[in-house]
């Protein structure tokens, strides 16, 4: 572990969240990447906030998400529950018994066509096409081995994705995985529908231990440990797992920040009249339940909850199919790795318990996805074509009240560079507005703000490197706490 990194576990509890979190581990994978180029400078970002270092059973290093992954049976593929880069020596060891044996085999999904190159535990894809082990972002790893070029990644098509597990590309560690056996995720029976029945999961003993058991596995190897992060289904019997999690992470940690991202899928859900009051219900009593136990904050594209047909949230600059759980996942994973930005950086000027006392007001947020800023533009003439409207798309249940005042906020403005911030101008030029009059990013943020709402100083953070494809070149992130 490096030294002086503020780790953050990760709980990923339901299908939509894991949905939202292959795409949310995509990125930072891709992140990695980039970090392990010697020809990129260093990032922004701390990878081992997330991530954590192992070693296989061939002693080679690896470098996996500090993750606690709960979802039903039949949402893995061609994923398996104890992940690809460790063997089970007990299912290589002899097996003593001499009487009859009998065995029982499920039929393996094929694995999705996008996830054809991804075959080495111990290796991976890099930019050039050569399949090379994974250096470690801090130095450590073994020297680089080449095999035979491997053709470019394909994309993934949306009528190939079924289940989060057909894009997730990133190796998970075996103590990650773990299956609620006794509900299905498919089908129209036997599935987890109501509040009650995810808290009762998590009363048994044989899912509590084990939780607990993992919690101790990630937590005790951390050095720096500032908090849990929990991405978490409301609409469903997860909102009742997430609210039990919640409740055991408080009651065993209760000096860290505890941060639950609720979220809600898209109108992709809507089904007969039974299953919308139970989303209603589910999402009612969780949020209840959560607010107990953690800092949270609900995202979706959509307020409905299946009652109210509405049109979904709509971005001028983005297109996307509100109904393919693939699209409506990857708006929030990019808002979710946005908005996360102040305790992951290097030199993190916020924690996690900090961000969590602020998340204990009334909160809403909103984004610009991508940021419309031109080549030619600086920050300036990109904020002036707004005018007097309200540039950013609500990603959260209340939206903006009207009626009140907001006292703080906190701003993430990324993939921009710093040299765009300001307006260049010559000597003697008049500037064109307030705003090409300020000196700093900052500055003209904090004036742009206060005139559309009249906010005390906020809270900005930049993350200046260049995206990495899927995510938007540059990207603007609000958060209002409000009286």
């Known amino acids: 572990m490096a030294g002086g990194a503020r780790e953050v576990l990760t709980l990923q509890l339901g299908h939509f969240a894991g949905f939202v979190g292959a795409h949310w581990w995509n990125q930072q994978d891709a992140a990695l990447g980039r970090a392990t180029d010697s020809k990129e400078p260093p990032g922004e970002l701390c990878p081992d906030v997330l991530y954590r270092t192992g070693r296989t059973l061939h002693g080679q290093e690896t470098y996996t998400p500090r993750l606690i992954l709960m979802d039903l049976k039949g949402s893995l593929s061609s994923l398996k529950e104890e992940g690809g880069l460790y063997r089970d020596k007990q299912l290589d060891a002899a097996i003593a018994w001499c009487g009859k044996l009998t065995t029982h085999k499920e039929e393996l999904y094929p694995k999705n066509p996008y996830l054809q190159d991804f075959l080495s535990a111990e ?4 930019s050039d096409g050569v399949w090379r082990v994974k250096s470690i972002p801090n130095g450590k790893g073994s020297s680089p081995l080449t095999t035979a070029t491997t053709p470019k990644p394909l994309i993934p098509t949306e009528a190939s994705i079924r ?3 057909d894009f997730l590309r990133v190796h998970l560690h075996p103590r990650s995985i773990r299956m609620i056996q006794k509900y299905k995720h498919d089908g129209e029976a036997g599935r987890l529908e109501a509040f009650g029945q995810g808290e009762s999961v998590l009363k048994e003993p044989k899912y509590q231990e084990e939780l607990e058991d993992r919690l101790h596995f990630y937590v005790e190897e951390c050095d720096y440990l500032q908090g849990f992060q929990i991405l978490c289904d409301l609409h469903d019997g997860f909102s009742g797992v997430g609210a039990k999690a919640a409740e055991l992470l408080q009651d065993e940690y209760s000096g860290w920040g505890i941060i639950t991202w609720g979220l809600l899928p898209g109108p992709y859900h809507r089904g007969e009249a039974q299953r919308n009051i139970y989303c209603l219900l589910n999402t009612a009593f969780g ?16 307020w409905d909850l299946g009652l109210r047909p509405e049109p979904p949230v709509n971005f001028p600059y983005l297109h996307y199919d509100a109904i393919l759980p693939f699209h409506c996942s990857a708006i929030l994973a990019t808002a979710l790795d946005t908005v996360t930005v102040p305790y992951r950086l290097c030199s993190p000027p916020v924690s996690m318990v900090h961000l969590a006392d602020m998340l204990s007001f009334l909160v809403t947020a909103g984004a610009i996805i991508p940021f419309p800023l031109a080549p030619d533009q600086s920050l300036p003439d990109s904020l002036m074509q707004f005018g007097g409207a309200t540039p950013w798309t609500p990603l959260s249940a209340c939206g903006e009240p009207s009626g009140t005042r907001c006292f703080t906020q906190s701003v993430v ?4 560079d710093r040299a765009c911030h300001t307006s260049q101008l010559t000597p003697g030029t008049p500037p064109l507005s307030a705003l090409h009059a300020c000196t700093t990013g900052e500055e003209i943020l904090a004036q742009y703000l206060q005139q559309q709402h009249h906010c005390a100083w906020p809270y900005f953070w930049y993350q200046e490197r260049k995206l990495n ?6 990207f603007f992130f609000f958060f209002f706490f409000l009286r």
């Open 123 to 126: 290796g991976v894809l890099s």
């Open 413 to 416: 403005l990324r993939g921009t």
């Open 469 to 474: 494809p899927p995510s938007p070149h540059a």
């Open 287 to 302: 949020l209840v339940h959560l607010t107990a136990h953690s800092s949270r904050l609900p995202l979706v594209l959509g």
């Open 163 to 165: 289940v989060w597990s």
